[in-house]
């Protein structure tokens, strides 16, 4: 299994707060993404990094930012959540050629807002 | 931009019996294609990948064709086992809405193997 992990496993929080969640990986992968996984939508893109500050946004961005200082840790911030944004969130690496290598995806975490 | 549409579920079959689930993308250009797959409480794990026109993605028991005349990329597997309960996901990288390490993903099928 490639080197993922995601912390925390599980959040519940109250509407309005920030919420952190953070993907460490030990691959050394170029590529790291931010997926929400939600019924009847399959898993959206969020956000993703091509390399250390470097980051863009994916189609469902609002609400959300990233952080990027290694090359090892992703960091997915909700600044004031929001029921909608309770959902699973899945953290995904890729390695250095994007046209043949594959995303390999972390356990997931998974956000209630109440 | 680039979509992809998977059949709907959930699918339920009995063991051994033959399985298909359909999926079909819109893209330009030549898009990479793939399925995922999902065991309860998991993330998702590739299943297989076809990376141009013809090509045929094979793994467990499972295989997909490209069919680029068609824009499809349908999954099926001859005998279904109990521990294939799952959901797939079809997915594309690449085409024409977005750079080339992005993946569209489909809805997810739910599929469920009774003994």
């Known amino acids: 299994d490639a080197g993922i992990t995601q912390s925390p496993r599980h959040k519940v929080t109250e509407t309005g707060t920030p919420v952190t969640l953070r993907c460490h990986q030990t691959e050394n992968h170029r590529y790291m993404y931010w997926y929400r996984q939600d019924p009847g939508h399959g898993l959206r893109l969020i956000h993703y990094?091509?390399?250390?500050?470097?980051?863009d946004k994916g189609e469902v961005s609002d609400g959300y930012s990233v952080s990027r200082s290694k090359t090892e840790d992703f960091l997915l911030t909700l600044e004031s959540a929001t029921s909608s944004q309770t959902s699973v969130y899945f953290c995904?690496?890729?390695?250095?050629?994007?046209?043949?290598?594959?995303?390999?995806f972390g356990p997931g975490t998974r956000l209630t807002v109440l | 931009g680039d979509s992809v549409t998977q059949m709907e579920g959930p699918v339920t079959l009995s063991e051994e019996a033959f399985l298909t689930i359909n999926c079909t993308y819109t893209a330009t250009g030549y898009p990479s294609l793939f399925w995922y797959v999902q065991y309860p409480g998991e993330g998702l794990q590739l299943l297989l990948k076809?990376?141009?026109?013809?090509d045929k993605g094979s793994n467990k028991g499972f295989e997909a064709t490209y069919r680029k005349e068609t824009t499809s990329f349908h999954l099926e597997k001859g005998s279904v086992q109990v521990s294939d309960s799952a959901v797939y996901f079809c997915a594309l990288r690449g085409g024409s809405g977005g750079s080339n390490y992005k993946l569209t993903f489909g809805k997810g099928t739910l599929l469920t193997v009774n003994p």
């Open positions: 995904a690496i890729s390695d250095l050629d994007p046209l043949v290598g594959e995303q390999f």
């Open positions: 990094s091509y390399g250390v500050k470097d980051t």
């Open positions: 076809a990376t141009k026109a013809d």
